[in-house]
């Protein structure tokens, strides 16, 4: 299978925040080549309001795993960081969302590439924005930096310095 440009969505907000979003991207890194990885960005919980803050970055990969393998090892590396069911938009350990996968479009029960919240999502969008400005939506036609103007979401976010332990790209 041929390398692929995958960008990934890391959130979290129960426990070592910063030490949880480290963990994935090094349980992720020996699937991947990691390109670049966004701020850290402190956020608004969206969909279920009284919990803690997130964290969230997103990181640009290259990979030759299929979408379908992906999916898969992201939900183990969830499960081994201690993620459990739980509502939706609930608090959680880390989540790990396949944004984009190069210009691929699916649509099935189990996987939607593009992420469909992308456009409606400032956590999502603002370091998406930040590592792939001019990326152009594969169903929308619009830039990111397009997409992160336009959206509808007016939760806050913000950048944030989370220390050695968590990757930030200046």
Known sequence: ???????????????????????????????????????????????FDHQPHFLNLVCHTVMAMSPGELLHRTQAIEAQLGRRPAFRNGPRVIDIDILLYGNICIHTEKLEIPHPGIPTRSFVLAPLAEIAPDFVHPTLQKTIKQLLRETPDHHWVRAVHGGDDVPVVR
Do not use: K, W
Request: glycine share 10%.
């Open 1 to 47: 299978m041929p390398q692929t440009d995958v960008y990934l969505g890391l959130g979290s907000n129960i426990g070592d925040r910063a030490g949880n979003l480290t963990a994935a991207l090094r349980a992720l890194s020996p699937y991947m080549e990691l390109v670049t990885v966004s701020n850290v960005y402190e956020t608004e919980p969206v969909g």
